[in-house]
């Protein structure tokens, strides 16, 4: 069974860097899945930010592309998020999110999801 | 990007009831259209993927349809755990979207 597990900073300030990192256990982060990053806020509801594979391939958000930075440790079975320049918008659930490297695919596998608040 | 427009927003019904919501994209999606059931503090769960085939482990009361542009999501005999929020989500192309939800409220 694949659990994913978000860890980071509740508290971030403006203009500053959001950091996150997802550990995944019962599977691989080499396996036939891609990682994703979600957030949802009580603004703009469920938003998706960016997606990796384990071979480095990345895709992001156009929304937020300039500022979304996502990479893997395969060695630690983690991958993590950067999000640069916050301001109060980026306030939000963040859940680390996988689904498999088929078509019509979907996201199977979700973390509890952590709140991030972006504030001095 | 792909807008995915839910309707209703909210929805009052009973235990037994049947309900529908529906899910249209703002262009053609094919069948790549998810279904996502989430209760307060929880991550949201799949229920229904590629428009209609029912996840594993999903009540077979749940059922999918749809195609194209227009999607629909059916629960029949609603039970007290049914009662959430509903959101669809396309995976034609990226940046992936969701709908904005579907509160199921109990009457």
């Known amino acids: 069974q694949v659990q994913l597990q978000e860890s980071g900073p509740g508290l971030v300030k403006p203009s500053g860097t959001l950091s996150l990192t997802c550990t995944v256990s019962?599977?691989?982060?080499?396996?036939?899945?891609?990682w994703n990053w979600v957030r949802q806020s009580p603004g703009k509801g469920l938003e998706w930010i960016g997606e990796?594979?384990?071979?480095?391939?990345?895709n992001s958000n156009p929304s937020l592309k300039s500022r979304v930075i996502i990479s893997v440790a395969k060695s630690r079975n983690q991958l993590y998020l950067d999000l640069t320049s916050v301001t109060a918008a980026d306030t939000a659930v963040y859940y680390c999110?996988?689904?498999?490297?088929?078509?019509?695919?979907?996201?199977?596998?979700w973390g509890q999801g952590i709140p991030v608040t972006v504030s001095s | 990007d792909i807008q995915m427009t839910q309707s209703p927003s909210s929805l009052s019904a009973s235990v037994g009831d049947r309900v529908t919501i529906t899910c249209r994209a703002s262009?053609?999606?094919?069948?790549?259209l998810n279904w996502y059931q989430q209760k307060p503090g929880k991550a949201p769960k799949v229920l229904i993927r590629?428009?209609?085939s029912l996840q594993s482990g999903a009540p077979s009361r749940f059922s999918g349809s749809g195609s194209g542009t227009d999607f629909t999501l059916t629960i029949n005999s609603l039970q007290p755990e049914d009662f959430a929020t509903y959101y669809c989500?396309?995976?034609?192309?990226?940046?992936?979207?969701f709908g904005q939800g579907t509160k199921l409220e109990i009457k």
């Open positions: 590629a428009a209609s």
């Open positions: 999110v996988g689904g498999p490297n088929a078509v019509a695919a979907a996201f199977d596998y």
């Open positions: 262009q053609g999606i094919s069948n790549f």
């Open positions: 989500q396309q995976s034609f192309t990226i940046p992936y979207t």
């Open positions: 990796i594979y384990h071979d480095g391939s990345t």
């Open positions: 019962g599977d691989s982060i080499s396996s036939s899945n891609w």
